[in-house]
Each structure stands twice: as structure tokens, then as C-alpha cells.
């Protein structure tokens, strides 16, 4: 069982930055990739970013490419999303989540735990 609690959300003019955090109560003996996923109201759930086990590997979507930046603490058990120049359309609930698989996918329905979601808001 992975619980996983994210923070860092606020409200911020276009162009700033936000970190998020999510820490994960884990057993060590588990290997599991890590992705940050987003909803805004009315839209479908997406694929923000994720990171292999070992964090050697990062995916991005294309929208966010060049502005995020996911990386992990295996030692905290805490992941992070450093987002920068932020836009009025990253306005969203951002959601951490674990795959009990070496790598992340793009998929939501391939992550086996949710976080409960922190806001993110961007003003223009």
C-alpha cells in the first residue's frame, strides 16, 4: 500500500514558479515510478511528467516541456514538481500518483495510487 500526499499548490501570476511536493509512505522494499497528472474543471484528467524509479528518466508532456522539471528523493520518499514560467492554462488540481512498475506511463489508468490533489491557479 502507497499513500501519497501532495502540497506546494497556491495561487500565482503568469510567469512565476510553484514547487510541488509529494511524499510517499512506502514500503522501501518497493520500486515504483512516479507521475504528476492534472484536471482542470470540465477536462479529462492528463499526463503532466513522470520519473523512473532510479530517477534517470523524465517524461514530459508537450505542453509543460521546457518549463517543468520532475525529479525524486528516493531517500525522502518525496517526488517534485518545479514548475516555472507558469500560464493561466497549467490552472488545474494536480495529482501525484505510483506505479508499481520501473516506468511511467502516460497513462492514468496504469497508476495503481492518487494522492489527494493540491490547486494550482494562475492569474493573467
Known amino acids: 500500500q502507497v499513500q501519497l500526499v501532495e502540497s506546494g499548490g497556491g495561487l500565482v501570476q503568469a510567469g512565476g514558479s510553484l514547487r510541488l511536493s509529494c511524499v510517499a509512505s512506502?514500503?522501501?522494499?518497493?520500486?515504483?515510478?512516479l507521475g504528476w497528472f492534472r484536471q482542470a474543471p470540465g477536462k479529462e484528467r492528463e499526463f503532466v511528467a513522470g520519473i523512473t524509479w532510479g530517477g534517470g528518466r523524465t517524461y514530459y508532456a508537450d505542453s509543460v516541456k521546457g518549463r517543468f522539471t520532475i525529479s525524486r528523493d528516493n531517500a525522502k520518499n518525496t517526488a517534485y514538481l518545479q514548475m516555472d514560467n507558469l500560464k493561466p492554462e497549467d490552472t488545474a488540481v494536480y495529482f501525484c500518483a505510483a506505479a508499481t512498475r520501473p516506468f511511467p506511463t502516460s497513462r492514468a489508468n496504469d497508476y495503481d495510487y492518487w494522492g489527494q490533489g493540491t490547486q494550482v491557479t494562475v492569474s493573467s
Open positions: 512506502v514500503r522501501t522494499s518497493v520500486s515504483y515510478a
